[in-house]
Nanobody, 129 residues
Framework: QVQLVESGGGLVQAGGSLRLSCAAS????????MGWFRQAPGKAREFVAA????????YYADSVKGRFTISRDNAKNMVYLQMNSLKPEDLAVYYC??????????????????????WGQGTQVTVSS
């Protein structure tokens, strides 16, 4: 079992940057594929980015490609989301999620919330215009 705790959210002006962190408990973290999702007010939760267990494969939603970067440090049980050039439409609660590496993981599956077993409580990101 993996427990996830996000941090790093806050208020930032449009064009600014934030770095979200996700701390994972458990000795098997390095065997999990990880994702970041977000949920804006009144909208469904949506895929932002994902990274496989080794960090060798990453996937991004078109809306954040070129602005956000997902990374992980398995030695520290951490996953990060570097967010640059933030826009008002990036305002949302951001969630970290994990799925065992045995679960099929590709561009066709990484976006699917149903593929992820474990979720954090979320961290709020607010972007002012």
């Amino acid at each position: 079992q993996v427990q996830l705790v996000e941090s790093g959210g806050g208020l930032v002006q449009a064009g600014g940057s934030l770095r979200l962190s996700c701390a994972a408990s458990g000795r098997t973290f390095s065997t999990y594929n990880m994702g970041w999702f977000r949920q804006a007010p009144g909208k469904a939760r949506e895929f932002v980015a994902a990274i496989n267990w080794s960090g060798g494969r990453t996937y991004y939603a078109d809306s954040v490609k070129g602005r956000f970067t997902i990374s992980r440090d398995n030695a520290k049980n951490m996953v990060y989301l570097q967010m640059n050039s933030l826009k008002p439409e990036d305002l949302a609660v951001y969630y970290c999620a994990g799925t065992p590496s045995a679960t099929p993981f590709s561009i066709a599956t990484a976006w699917d919330t149903k593929k992820y077993y474990y979720w954090g409580q979320g961290t709020q990101v607010t972007v002012s215009s």
